[in-house]
């Protein structure tokens, strides 16, 4: 079984973030960055997929140079191989030009399965895997929790999940894309042995083509507004308890 | 092409529509839109059997609703919904697609977007007029940022609305006419094969009409830490509750679980301990009355929604106000 796992590198979470001169993203040069949380759980079910039924792990990323340091990092825990879309400014692009690059690194590997996170960090648009199974013309499922093969290899049954703790299972047939939900499983850590093994494995490097202009820009970005007026509570952290719970017991009343 | 046309969702059980609610938000977000660009505003129902639902939007101030039918609509399924609408759009021609940003729709309007060369604009909080030109905001990086986005394509412009973000009390009532619209489908254009829904537990405890909760998130570190919080929401008579991360851990049990893929809760206060406040941990604690927050980060979204917040060390704050607590009550 052939299994590509589509991931992002995103900003560190918690980080502190500027605002670029352009006011249209962040100043990248003071951030650190990381495998994007949901990504790196498909990335956790493509590798017991891979120890159940055997096969190939390939990761996929698109990205600048820094990239590759999330691909290692995935290398290390076990994926075979990877593949790096050099790309520049992704965040200039649509959701749609993304897939489209993605879609075409991956046209001639013939994966059995894509697998992706349910959204990025970042951005959250939540949609770069499902669009891929457009372009590549491949059913999908979104948000699923637990993968199984069916015996005559051809098909898959999926846990998905729905609102308010609700869940449905769907099947399909292969190939098919399907976007992981974060905390599904016990990530893995790289072995000492895998970070070593990861030196040697292939990162295949693939030029980003043309891209047609976006539909969908994203043209400024700013602090939220606050909806709210918040009181914060300062002092030491007894003084600040001993307020808060003269608020509980007088403003809003619980006590 | 003109018009707004909005995309209303709704299930059958027991013989009965059962609306999500995130529908009539939509549905508010779009008559906004239709005002503002001076078009006229549009609705759609897909299902085996819309006319009821459908006869149910046509009280609202619409142009008109469609009633997209087909056998094979009566299930969800990507396949179906995707080229159902593809072809119903196709033939309404509408210049915005919006529709409520639930998990139905994650699954199948970015697929049904790209099938017009567009992007969903997803999850969106705010719509405003610049120069005639709608802009669409949506939040980024978990909440700590907001960003103005621009549909700059040959449209349709698809766009879906987050939960709680538009007023479905503003939606207009009215009377408007329903045109049946009988898409073709066929078998073997859906691939999936989609199963009953189901729940893992029955639900045990019933956070909703809690009155008070102590809520805790990531910042709690470990599984021996939560005896902490606990505490705190014994001294206080609350329920305990949680965001996802902490009950995907297995330190407190699922059902004990705030947001969208848990509970939706509107208790007297809800004090959030350690948590970030990710949109999807946000929208099932909106509806309380007052919000305290502590959180090491000052910059953390949750201050966003905060009627009273410390910024300090969880470790030292929680016990020190469980200790205060009891001290008021006398225990």
Known sequence: MKIIVAVKQVPVRDSLIHIDSSGRWLDEGELSFEINEPDAYALEAALLLKEKHGGEVVVLCAGPERATQTMREALAKGAD???????????????F??????????????ADLILTGLQSEDLGLGQTGVVMA????IPHA?????????????RIRVKRELEEGWFQTVEMPLPALLTIQSGISKLRYATLMGIKKAKTKEVRRVAAGAMPEATVSLERVYPPQKKKETRMIGGTPTEAAAALADVLQFEVRVI | MSGVLVVLEFRTQDGLAVWNRISWEALAAGQELAAEIGQPLLAAVA???PEGPAAEVAQKKLARVYGVAHELLAAYTADGYVASLEQLIGAVRPTYVVMPHTYQVRDFAPRLAARFGETLIADVVGIRMDGGQPVFVRQLLQGKLSGDYLHRGPGPCFVSTQAGAFRPETVEAGACEVETFEPKLEAAMI????????RVSEKSVDLTAAPLIVSVGRGIKEKENIPLVEELAQALGAELA????????GWL??????????????PKVYIAVGISGAIQHLVGMKGSKAVIAINKDENAPIFEVADYGIVGDLFAVVPALTAAVRKAKGM
């Open chain 1, 142 to 154: 979104t948000i699923i929790m637990e993968i199984e093969l069916e015996e005559s290899g051809g």
């Open chain 1, 134 to 137: 457009e372009v590549l013309g």
């Open chain 1, 97 to 110: 030009g993304v897939a489209r690059l993605l879609a075409a690194a991956i046209a001639d590997e013939k």
């Open chain 2, 242 to 249: 949680a965001s996802r991360p902490i009950c995907d851990n």
């Open chain 2, 47 to 49: 299902g085996e059997r």
């Open chain 1, 81 to 95: 191989r990877a593949i790096h879309v050099e790309a520049e400014d992704l965040v200039r692009m649509d959701t």
């Open chain 2, 191 to 198: 691939r999936s094969v989609p199963g009953e829904r189901f």
């Open chain 2, 253 to 266: 049990p699922m059902e004990r679980q705030v947001g969208s893929s848990g509970q939706s809760v509107s």
